[in-house]
């Protein structure tokens, strides 16, 4: 049972428009949330974060959205950069559980 | 501050041996985590340690095992290895104590089993 979904596996962005990965999750009892960027044969490095008590977080050109209701956030990067080409996971937590649940991830391209 | 560090970052193994994977977190961070990854299957969770104690565990057969150790460092064995086992194993470190936060990775493992 896959409680954390990336419905899309790939998206393409033209440079300078807005890049939009979407996650969704079953699970109510999630209260923590990441995103995290990955290159071939790297770690994942963290964007950026967001809480169930906030339904949005800003960092730069990173915006993360929660729509608690909905069980669904996403992720928008504007603007779009070609360097921003990655495979892009998301990841919940509830609390002590001690781990985080990814997505299956984006894998996002921006057209130059 | 040095970064988590995975050694080895590749290795090939042959079905039925067995493989250990090191760790060290970032220093001061007592929470590691270990995660597989393959092709359309994400990061799936294995185990998490902190302060030498295992808190949480994924749902993995039981040839795969860890450890902490009293620095902080982890590592993790796998056992009569199968062909599925072929992965990139993760090591991630954190600073929360109650564990809601950031994840710092490693580089990650590149097991081959042939």
């Known amino acids: 049972d896959q409680q954390v979904k990336q419905n899309s596996p790939s998206l393409s962005v033209q440079e300078g428009r807005i890049s939009i990965l979407n996650c969704d999750y079953t699970?109510?009892?999630?209260?923590?949330f990441l995103w995290y960027k990955k290159y071939p044969a790297e770690g994942p490095t963290f964007l950026i974060s967001?809480?169930?008590?906030?339904d949005k977080n800003e960092d730069g050109r990173f915006t993360v959205f929660l729509n608690k209701s909905a069980k669904h956030l996403s992720l928008h990067i504007v603007p779009s950069q070609p360097g921003d080409s990655a495979v892009y996971f998301c990841?919940?937590?509830?609390?002590?559980?001690?781990?985080?649940?990814f997505g299956t991830g984006t894998r996002l391209k921006v057209l130059a | 501050k040095a970064g988590v560090t995975q050694t080895p970052r590749y290795l090939i193994k042959t079905r039925g041996q067995q493989v250990t994977l090191s760790c060290s977190p970032i220093?001061?961070?007592?929470?590691v985590s270990w995660y597989q990854q393959t092709p359309g299957q994400g990061l799936q969770f294995l185990f998490e340690?902190?302060?030498?104690?295992?808190?949480n565990k994924g749902n993995f057969p039981g040839r795969f095992s860890g450890r902490q150790f009293s620095n902080s460092r982890s590592e993790m064995n796998v056992s009569t290895l199968e062909l599925g086992d072929s992965a990139l194993y993760l090591c991630?470190?954190?600073?929360?104590?109650?564990?809601?936060?950031?994840?710092?990775f490693g580089e990650g493992s590149r097991l081959t089993v042939l």
């Open positions: 967001i809480s169930s008590i906030k």
């Open positions: 991630a470190s954190s600073p929360m104590t109650g564990f809601a936060g950031e994840l710092f």
């Open positions: 340690y902190f302060s030498e104690t295992q808190r």
């Open positions: 220093s001061g961070h007592r929470s």
């Open positions: 699970n109510s009892m999630f209260d923590y």
């Open positions: 990841a919940a937590s509830a609390q002590g559980t001690y781990k985080y649940i």
